[in-house]
């Protein structure tokens, strides 16, 4: 006699300790095989779009600093250049250069993390993950030195900055680019073989490069299925042509590609940094701005390689003080939406690991 | 998944935590130890300067979040108009520091403390008294370099630790 069975639908999230924020999947079971996943989004919806439309073009720079909470950095750094472009305002060269540090420094910051979490998903328990928070602390007092916060920096400015670096910046930073190679040997001596963490990645959560271009990922998810595609080369913005790094890509596009490409970007972001501090020049870091910025009517989209991918914000003005429209194109909702894809025909607990391999912040995802 | 020699991946991490049992702990006991903040803190509570307002409104206007209120006389005096009433609702600023970029004289600074944690939600609203600087409640040196300067340096995590090949 067969037994009769039925599929069993599964919540996850939102409060669970491993959705990395609030977000929610409905997994539908087949025993212990997922047969169907469908992400939930919203549950953090704050609406910052529309926030902005009631904002001046300066107060929506803290806001874009709650989007990727992880990555206040990128977030800043895509929205003044779009405002520069619409308005077309261009930031002094030693605004640029520190630019390119403040964006690198925060890429490192947010993949301390992404590896940190993912690792952790995989049954590391909190060994890497607080080991990568040290590094990442540093990187924090850097920020907090220059902005005065460790989260939401709030720093750049429509044309540059709204202060010089201190003095005691530039030794700081210094020192942590020496010291940071040898921290990322001693990740890679304490997880590149492990094979726990390899058996659990390695082959898992494919994501095919057809299917990546298809969804229009981005970032190290894109680059671990194996597509050579980096804003930063492919559409430099802040001088990043000046630059001389490689873009590491992956070949299977599973979870074990993601988590070197991160790793790697790292070791690159490293590089830029050294380069941008050798080359940084004195001078203002603002220029002349007004206070109120009333750009001309029309549109304007800029784009950068944030930590998780191509984030991008699109302004309209109607030549008042706040912008018409604010559309954020942010790169974890986008990567998100291969998780279906990603998901069926693994088990429950992969899924948590595949979850944790494309790195998202919920903040990102929801607006 | 097939390993040539199994294990050896798993030996090589253990001998990196166990390097770290001899290292010098970088962590800081803190309710008893606490770490000096940035010169330029963005801290809790804003700190303004009486004598120097002439209640403009600049810096109520800047503010995205619509947190400052000035209340000022109808008529001049002295050619100047007297603040009546200065009010931050601080349950409500997100201290991103707009305001005192904007005031242009010099009155409105951060605050440099943290801890600042209430009982009763009335007690967060500041009115103008209560925003005034003291012992208690130090300024920081958030855009104005000079104030910076006189704080104490900041401590850095990466002078703490040193990493061995
Ligand atoms: S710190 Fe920001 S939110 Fe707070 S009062 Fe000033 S401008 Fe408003
Ligand atoms: S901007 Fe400065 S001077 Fe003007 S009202 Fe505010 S605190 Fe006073």
């Known amino acids: 006699m067969a037994l009769k069975t039925e599929s069993f639908a599964l919540n996850i999230g939102p409060l669970h300790p491993s959705t990395h924020g609030v977000f929610r999947m409905r997994a539908v079971l087949d025993g212990e095989v997922i047969a169907n996943m469908e992400p939930v989004f919203g549950y953090l919806h704050r609406g910052i779009e529309k926030l902005a439309e009631e904002r001046t073009y300066t107060g929506v720079i803290p806001l874009t600093d709650r989007l ?6 990128s977030n800043n750094l895509a929205y003044v250049l779009a405002v520069e472009k619409l308005a077309e305002i261009s930031a002094p060269e030693r605004a640029t250069y520190l630019r390119v540090i403040l964006a690198e420094l925060q890429r490192i910051a947010s993949h301390l993390i992404a590896v940190g979490a993912f690792v952790n998903d995989c049954g590391a328990f909190f060994t890497p993950f607080l080991y990568m928070f040290r590094e990442r602390e540093k990187i924090l007092d850097l920020f907090e030195m220059l902005s005065g916060q460790r989260l939401l920096y709030n720093y750049m400015r429509i044309g540059g900055f709204n202060q010089d670096i201190p ?5 700081a930073l210094q020192k942590f680019v020496s010291q940071m190679p040898g921290f990322i040997d001693e990740y890679d001596r304490l997880l590149a073989e492990n094979e726990i963490l390899l058996a659990r990645t390695k082959g898992v959560g494919i994501l095919p490069q057809d299917l990546a271009v298809n969804i229009s990922a981005s970032g190290p998810v894109l680059r671990a299925s194996g597509v050579k595609w980096d804003i930063r080369k492919a559409d430099p913005y802040c001088g990043y042509d000046r630059f001389e790094f490689d873009i590491p890509t992956g070949t299977a596009g599973d979870c074990y590609d993601r988590y070197r490409v991160r790793i790697e970007e790292m070791r690159q972001s490293l590089r830029i940094i050294e380069q941008a501090m050798k080359q940084l020049p004195s001078g203002a870091v603002k220029s002349t701005v007004p206070y109120l910025v009333r750009p001309p009517a029309g549109e304007a989209y800029a784009h950068i390689e944030a930590p998780k991918g191509e984030l991008g914000f699109y302004l309209v003005s109607d030549n008042s003080i706040a912008p018409y429209r604010c559309h954020i194109r942010a790169p974890s909702l986008i990567n998100l939406t291969a998780l279906r894809d990603m998901t069926v025909g693994w088990k429950v607990a992969d899924l948590i690991v595949i979850f944790g391999s494309i790195d998202i912040t919920m903040g990102e995802v929801d607006r | 998944m097939k390993f040539e020699h199994f294990g050896t991946g798993i030996i090589k991490g253990l001998a990196v935590t166990l390097r770290h049992l001899f290292r010098k702990p970088i962590t800081t006991q803190y309710p008893e130890q606490k770490l000096t903040t940035s010169r330029r803190a963005r801290g809790n509570e804003l700190v303004w300067d009486i004598t120097k307002c002439t209640a403009c409104g ?10 400052i209120r000035i209340v000022t006389s109808a008529k001049p005096v ?5 603040v009546e009433k200065f009010e931050v609702d601080t349950g409500y600023c997100i201290f991103c520091g707009l305001c005192v970029e904007a005031c242009p004289f010099q009155s409105l600074l951060m ?29 920081s040196g958030y855009m104005y370099p000079k104030l910076a300067k006189a704080l104490p340096p900041q401590t850095l995590l990466i002078e703490r630790d040193e990493v061995k090949g």
Do not use: I, W
Not at chain 2, 78 to 82: D, F, G, M, P
């Open chain 2, 111 to 139: 605050g440099y403390s943290y801890e600042r944690a209430k009982y009763r939600r009335h007690e967060v609203v500041h009115t103008n008294e209560m925003l005034l600087p003291s012992a208690k409640r130090p300024a």
């Open chain 2, 58 to 67: 600049t810096c109520a206007k800047a503010c995205p979040q619509g947190v």
């Open chain 2, 78 to 82: 002295e050619n100047r108009y007297v």
């Open chain 1, 68 to 73: 990727d909470y992880l990555a206040s950095m």
């Open chain 1, 167 to 171: 003095d005691e910046f530039l030794p």
